[in-house]
C-alpha cells in the first residue's frame, strides 16, 4: 500500500493525479499572478503615482483603495458606490460558490448523470 502525501503530486500515474497536478498547477499560477502580479504592477507604476499624485501618503491605509484615489474621490474609502459595489460582487461570488459546491458535491458523490 502506497503511502499519499503533500508530494504525491510529484509523481502523477493516473488519469487523475495529472488531472489533479494541472489544477494544482493552475492554483499556483493563480496565486504567483495575485500575490506577485498586482503588487509588483504597482511598484512599477509608483514612480508615476507619485509625481501624478504627491499628496497621497503611501502609507495610509486609503490610499490601499486605488480606484478610490486615483480618481480623486474624496471621504471615507468604505462608503464610496465603487466599493460598496466590489462588495456586492464578492458577497454574490460567495453565494455563487455555495450554491455550485452544493452541485459538484452531489456530482462527485452520485457520479455524474444526463438527465433524469
Known sequence: MECGGG?????????????????????????????YGFPLSIYVLSGWLASHYPEVDPFAHDTGHFWHTLLGKHGPAHSDPLHIFSEILVFAGLMLLAVSWRVLFCIGRNGPRLWP
Open 7 to 35: 508530494l504525491s503530486f510529484t509523481r502523477p500515474r493516473t488519469t487523475r493525479d495529472w488531472r489533479s497536478l494541472g489544477a494544482f498547477s493552475a492554483f499556483i499560477v493563480a496565486l504567483f499572478a495575485e500575490m
